[in-house]
Structures are given as C-alpha cells and as structure tokens.
C-alpha cells in the first residue's frame, strides 16, 4: 500500500493567490520529509528539507519566503505557495525515507500545480 | 555541470530487445546510486539501488563505475511494460537525492 499520500493531486488556481499542498506519512513516523518539484521533460529538483518541529532547509535559489514549509507533526509536512505566478506551475512531489532503513526514499504521488 | 547527466533517448526498441544507458555524476564523494522509474506525470518509483559490485535484479543489471563516475542500467527481453522514463539518482548525502533528467525508453510490439 501507499507510504505517503498528497492532497491535492490536482490544483488550478489564480495568479496571485496561495495554494497549500500537504505531504503525509502513512506508515512511520517521519521526522524529515523533502519537497521537490519537476518541470516538464526536467529533472526532480530539491526545492527544501522539511524538519519536524524546526524550520526547513532550502536549497540555493529557492526562496523560503514564497514556498513556506510547516512540518507540525511527525507525520504532516505543508508546503505553501504563496503569491503564485503562471512560472511556479509544476508538479510538487514530496519524499521521505524510513528511519534506520536504507537511502530508499517513498515519494508521494504529486501534486500538479497550474496557475492561470 | 549538472550534478547527474543522462542521455535522454528516446531509446526506441522491440520487445524482447535488449537496451542499456549510462548516466555520470559530478561528485566523487556521493556514496549511494539508484535507479528510479518514473512513468508519465507519475511520482518516481525505485527500480534498484547500484552496488559497487554490480548487481542484476531479474531482467535489469546496473553497474557502477566510481573511478569514471558513470552508472549503467540495461534491460534485457524488454517487455513493453518497461516502457518509461528511467531516472539516475545519486545520494548527495544526508538523505538528499540528486536526480537526472531521465531516459526515456519505448518498447514496441
């Protein structure tokens, strides 16, 4: 069965408005999840690491103060697109691995961000 | 320089053909190597992990070359199920992964 579900799968949303995209962990506790996002025909990028119960990590060039990161529980990580612009359509995925196992890491199935 | 760089095909091939793709990594420290499956608008679902050693899971080998930084995956008896695109992934330590553009590859009847 799934280990981590995405809601929502699909959203459409305005120019200027704000969408939040929740990541949850089904089977453990996870106390660090990622948030990635890919382009048509791109790469998965890391866009920031999301800690429970401190602040995310970002990676170069992602600004922390658009995508907004709240991992308020070992089993919920938000991340929020503020101010959305037509140039931050594309798929959100999240990830996380299971404590003490291997580097595999369990993906989400993705949310599908278009902004009009 | 991209930290992982794959050939992005597309590698047509018939079924029960045998197709193989590389892709190289940038950084020499990176200590894990996986290859992923990623089918169209879907999240990436892992296939294998690399080993120094080489390893064969069923019809798919992977290779792992350090001193040429480069990663290999081949398909043999490809089904047409194997069709989609083949990620190269690299641990870049602690847990964060960096990933190639994918390889795509079509199998027809």
């Known amino acids: 069965g799934a280990v981590v579900s995405q809601h929502p799968s699909r959203v459409i949303c305005k120019s200027g408005t704000s969408v939040k995209i929740e990541c949850r962990s089904l089977?453990?506790?996870?106390?660090?999840m990622f948030w990635y996002r890919q382009f048509p025909k791109q790469s998965l990028m890391l866009m920031a690491t999301?800690?429970?119960?401190?602040?995310?990590?970002?990676e170069q060039g992602v600004e922390k103060d658009k995508f907004l990161i709240n991992h308020a529980s070992l089993t919920l990580s938000t991340l929020t697109v503020t101010s959305a612009h037509p140039e931050d359509s594309s798929f959100y995925i999240c990830?996380?691995?299971?404590?003490?196992?291997?580097?595999?890491?369990?993906f989400g199935p993705g949310t599908r961000l278009t902004v009009t | 320089r991209k930290e992982v760089e794959q050939d992005p095909g597309p590698f047509n091939v018939p079924e029960g053909a045998t197709v193989a793709f590389n892709c190289t990594y940038s950084n020499s420290a990176s200590q894990s190597f996986f290859w992923y499956r990623q089918d169209c608008r879907k999240e990436p679902k892992l296939l294998m992990s690399v080993y120094s050693s080489g390893n064969e899971d069923g019809r798919f080998t992977a290779q792992l070359n350090r001193a040429s930084q480069y990663i290999s995956l081949l398909i043999r008896d490809s089904k047409l199920s194997d069709s989609a695109t083949y990620l190269c992934v690299v641990n870049r330590g602690d847990y964060k992964l960096s990933f190639g553009a994918g390889t795509t590859v079509t199998v027809r009847a």
């Open positions: 089977d453990f506790q996870a106390t660090t």
């Open positions: 999301s800690n429970e119960g401190s602040k995310a990590t970002y």
């Open positions: 990830s996380l691995y299971k404590p003490g196992g291997s580097y595999e890491q369990y």
